[in-house]
């Protein structure tokens, strides 16, 4: 079963005064939605966007693995374990927040940040946190959250070109850019496809494309 999410259907929020946009495709913050709360081990997926000098100011995670993947611009990230990092287009970062751990998220640049942000719920709670972040990931290599029993698959598609969404308990595949097809839906920048139990799928480019691709098995997939 596919069902398809359109980016315009996206619950808004951030703080346009303060120079932050997000959107929001699961129920989050005011925007409570009980049949909206997560697909799989995926619980939060925001695309946000932050002008020069805005920023997220230090706050609180627990039991949460973070992933983010930045579109535009350059994040700067700060945590209570030490970590200071700069994070641009093409690298991947991973923040697993385990029995607790507190950030800031900044734009720092000169030019407007767009990232899309990925929460996942762990399998088991607690541990110690944990953080990564790899540096130009390749094309379709998958990234393993361990801790979630999820991989990300990173799919840059050229126009024409085909690429097989994984067999799995859940498939989440969210457009960064261009278009793609899967099946007979058109999904375009902001969309998103929630499959289940999928078998023999695939994406085809439509335009230049760039895909993330959660693949979720049964272990993971409650929601």
Request: with cysteine; charged share 25%; hydrophobic share 40%.
């Amino acid at each position: 079963m596919i069902q398809v999410r359109r980016g315009h259907e996206r619950y808004p929020g951030g703080d346009a005064e303060a120079g932050i946009e997000s959107l929001h495709a699961f129920s989050f913050g005011p925007h409570f939605d009980p049949e909206n709360l997560r697909f799989g081990a995926l619980i939060a997926c925001n695309e946000e966007r932050l002008t020069a000098g805005a920023g997220f100011d230090e706050h609180p995670h627990r039991d949460t693995e973070i992933v983010t993947w930045v579109v535009e611009g350059e994040l700067t990230h700060r945590d209570s374990a030490g970590h200071e990092t700069t994070v641009r287009p093409g690298d991947l970062q991973r923040l697993s927040s385990a029995g607790g751990v507190r950030h800031v998220e900044r734009n720092e640049g000169a030019r407007p940040l767009r990232f899309v942000q990925m929460w996942l719920a762990p399998l088991e709670h607690g541990g110690e946190p944990s953080y990564e972040v790899v540096r130009g990931i390749a094309d379709g290599t998958p990234y393993a959250v361990a801790r979630a029993g999820a991989l990300l698959h990173l799919r840059r598609l050229a126009e024409d070109e085909r690429t097989a969404v994984p067999d799995a308990a859940r498939a989440y595949v969210h457009v960064v850019r261009g278009a793609v097809r899967i099946g007979a839906e058109r999904l375009e920048a902001g969309d998103a496809a929630r499959i289940t139990d999928g078998v023999g799928q695939e994406l085809k480019g439509l335009t230049a494309a760039e895909c993330l691709v959660w693949e979720m098995g049964a272990e993971s997939a409650s929601g």
